[in-house]
Structures are given as C-alpha cells and as structure tokens.
C-alpha cells in the first residue's frame, strides 16, 4: 500500500509541475514568432571608405592590368540598402609588350548595394554607373561611361570599422563605338560613423 501511494504521490507532483513546464513551452514559442529588432549596422550610418586593388581592362585583343586605389563614402538609407560614391585612380600597363607603356585611369562611381544579410559576415550585391577617363588620345569623348555589377562581403569587425571585398564588373562605352570590360578586385577599410 505504502509502494502504491509512493507512485501516486509522484503523479501529483508531477501535475503541479506540469503548468510551469507549458508556461515555459508557451513562452518558448511566442519568443521564437516575435520579429526580431532590426540590426543598425549600416541603418543611420556613414562611411568613409578606402580600397586597394587590382584592376584589368579589356578591350578587343588588348588587355590591361595594374594597380587601383578608390576612396569613398557611403550612406546607410536602411538596413538593407546603402548608397556609396568612390573616386579612383588606376596605373594600369599592357604585359605583352616590351614597353609596358603605362595608362593613368581616372574613375567616378556611384552605386546602391543591397545587403544580404546584417549578421558579423555581410554579403551584398549592387549596381552602379561609373565614369572614367580615356587614355587614349585618339577617342572622340574625354570620358567613358558605363555601368557596373557589383558582389562583395563585408567583416563587421566592430561598430566601427569594416573590412570589405569588393568585386566589380563593368562595361565601358568609348565615342567611337568601341566597349571596354573593366574588372577588379578591392580590399575596403572602411570607418563607421553614426549620422542621426
């Protein structure tokens, strides 16, 4: 009889128990379906930003590559959209020729990024215009325009400061008809700042 009790008197503990462990559950799950607060990394932030990279053009069977730095600035319009400006300078040779004549390009770009994810690593992608000199003294226009893709991953590595990878793609247009493919590669510092 005493046994008999013993089991029964588990069975009453564990249903004034058993509240507390639905409450929890209950809690658990309304937890899970409340949005979660939005991440101000990039939201009501500035940036000044500086790149070093590689850079190669082509166009019909010349290419060129070199040396490119880019300083910039951007603006955090959400936490998912930024609109950043760079200014650029390129030293860029042809290898095949024994010369190696050397070509000074100048390059204003401007382009909207959609990031991914607000997480430590941030992918995004964007696109942009960009406006670069022409090297060459024949060209009917100074300037070249055209548009760019651009894919990259930022390493949030404080509030303050990001590390970045930028990867652009970019056709070109010369006055005479010509096209010119732009690639390059750039490692970004860039400096947050809060705006508001």
């Known amino acids: 009889m005493a046994r008999h009790d013993k089991r029964f008197s ?6 004034k128990e058993e509240p507390r462990a639905w409450l929890s559950c209950i809690a658990a799950v309304v937890a899970c379906l409340l949005p979660s607060g939005d991440a101000h990394a990039y939201d009501e932030q500035a940036s000044l930003d500086l790149a070093l990279g590689y850079a190669l053009t082509v166009q019909d069977d010349t290419s060129t590559q070199g040396a490119s730095v880019d300083v910039g600035a951007s603006l955090g319009l959400s936490d998912a959209v930024v609109a950043r400006a760079t200014l650029g300078y390129a030293t860029l040779v042809e290898p095949r020729y024994a ?16 990031l991914l994810d607000v997480l430590k690593v941030v992918p995004f992608f964007g696109l942009g215009v960009t406006l670069t000199n022409s090297p060459h003294d024949a060209a009917a226009l100074p300037v070249r325009p055209g548009g760019h893709l651009l894919f990259g991953v930022d390493y949030l590595a404080s509030r303050s400061w990001i590390v970045g990878v930028d990867v652009r793609s970019a056709l070109l247009f010369e006055g005479d008809g010509h096209r010119l493919n732009a690639t390059d590669v750039a490692l970004r510092v860039s400096r947050l700042f809060e705006t508001f």
């Open 10 to 15: 588990c069975l009453r503990r564990a249903r």
């Open 99 to 114: 010369e190696r004549e050397v070509s000074h390009l100048g390059r204003l770009r401007v382009e909207g990024l959609y």
